[in-house]
């Protein structure tokens, strides 16, 4: 028996990749963070991946005029900081003072670090246009995480972070069991 989901939640079925934390910045350097679910690797070679952001955002304005962003992997335990994050626009407020978020130095972009995110990802942007949302593929320049996240073979740690995935609302999961292929 198969039940009909409004197109409206299409996204509802394939929502649930980690939640990360962008940052940007303004011509000036000031940083901004939003957070997004909608994000998905898209090349090896090259290495690049690809952010959705809605077009009336902060941060669509700035990824647009700086053409760089971070991806930022934050953990389980910074779950009101990705709330607030996705719930109020840089237009208005400092996230990185009012979430409680260190900003760190990258190394090529000007976009900063999230200190207390686990893993890192630094962009330039290959734009594609999308309808209405954008979709931003960045090109990977530099990517870091927190020492002792990974373990062999560079995969997460059992015992490592616990990355948060959005269902939809205010309801969010974190990996349970771990399968062996
Ligand atoms: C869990 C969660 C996931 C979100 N995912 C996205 C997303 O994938 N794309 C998007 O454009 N906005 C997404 N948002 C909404 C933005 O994070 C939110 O509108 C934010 O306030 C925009 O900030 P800005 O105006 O400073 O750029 C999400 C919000 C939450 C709470």
């Known amino acids: 028996m198969k039940v009909d989901v409004p197109l409206s939640k299409f996204n509802r079925l394939i929502n649930h990749g980690p939640v990360v ?6 011509e000036r ?4 963070i939003i957070t997004l679910a909608w994000q998905m690797p898209v090349s090896r070679k090259p290495p690049r991946l ?8 902060y941060s669509h304005e700035l990824i647009r005029c700086t053409r760089e962003f971070v991806v930022n992997v934050p953990g389980a335990d910074l779950l009101p ?4 994050c996705g719930k109020h626009t840089g237009r208005s407020v400092d996230k990185f003072e009012e979430a409680k978020l260190t900003s760190l130095p990258a190394s090529k972009v000007r976009a900063p670090l999230i200190g207390e995110c686990f893993g890192h990802l630094e962009c330039r942007l290959v734009p594609v246009e999308g309808n209405d949302h954008t979709i931003f593929i960045g090109e990977v320049l530099a990517v870091s995480a927190d020492e002792g996240v990974f ?5 997460i740690r059992e015992d ?8 939809g609302g205010d309801t969010f999961t974190t990996p349970g069991e771990r399968l062996k292929a």
């Open 50 to 57: 690809a952010i959705s952001v809605a077009r009336g955002h």
């Open 160 to 167: 490592g972070p616990r990355t948060l995935h959005h269902l």
């Open 21 to 26: 934390l962008v940052t940007s910045v303004d």
């Open 81 to 84: 900081a990705v709330w607030y």
């Open 151 to 155: 373990g062999p073979e560079w995969v």
């Open 29 to 32: 350097g000031k940083a901004n």
